[in-house]
């Protein structure tokens, strides 16, 4: 009996991964919420915004999670600072100590209905989840960047995931990039989801 032997190449493809070192520059928008000229107990604390940038270049994240659309990217990072978190439940305890304004983000922008926490003492975040825009979106919404990805935001999380986007940033994407937002239609299951949260949490001052 004769054996024949017939060999096959295979081809083993590994999966398509984020490439590394890649670059990320925090937008105007951005340095001016996270990093305040007078720094604030809600914004990043223990870190300028030199430092934090940095950081994103030199350290590969714990996780990359797809964002609300495909040119958005949320990179999550443990905590290495004293940030706490950036929301807090609603109890009856603390409850009176919400407070709401019409306010804007920019002098560019109209200015919406805000509620937050006074008085309060949220947690130490255990996570950053650092929201970017690719360099196509924020050259498109007038923002242009010298670099692949640019930071547009920080959640301060206890857990390594995204805080449910709030319904009035949904409705400023929608409207596009004349009132400040991206041009991203409304997702309805998103916006209800959004909705949920915000009824059960807020942002603290």
């Known amino acids: 009996m004769i054996w024949r032997c017939q060999f096959v190449s295979v081809v083993i493809c590994p999966p398509v991964l984020t490439q590394y070192p890649m ?19 809600n914004t990043i604390q223990d870190c300028t915004s030199a430092e934090f940038e940095r ?9 990359v999670l797809d964002g609300y659309a495909p040119f958005c990217k949320l990179h999550v990072h443990r905590n290495w600072t ?5 929301t807090v439940p609603i109890t009856d305890a603390n409850r009176s100590r919400l407070r709401c304004a019409y306010e804007a983000r920019t002098k560019e922008e109209l200015p919406v209905l805000v509620r937050w926490f006074e008085g309060v003492e949220p947690a130490l975040a255990n996570w950053f989840v650092v929201i970017l ?12 960047i010298d670099a692949d990805w640019g930071v547009v935001g920080c959640l ?3 857990e390594p995931e995204e805080v449910p986007m709030a319904p009035i940033t949904m409705m400023r994407n929608a409207l596009g990039v004349d009132e400040g937002g991206s ?3 409304i997702d309805r299951d998103a916006y209800r989801r959004g909705v949920d949260f915000w009824e059960r949490n807020a942002n603290w001052r």
Request: aromatic residues 10%.
């Open 55 to 63: 950081y994103l270049n030199e350290q590969t994240p714990s996780n």
């Open 82 to 86: 004293s940030t706490r978190c950036l």
């Open 23 to 41: 670059s990320i520059v925090l937008t105007p928008f951005a340095r001016d919420r996270l990093f305040p000229k007078q720094s604030r107990r």
């Open 133 to 144: 825009y690719s360099r196509a979106q924020l050259a498109k919404e007038g923002s242009p």
């Open 183 to 185: 041009g991203v239609p």
């Open 156 to 158: 301060y999380t206890a």
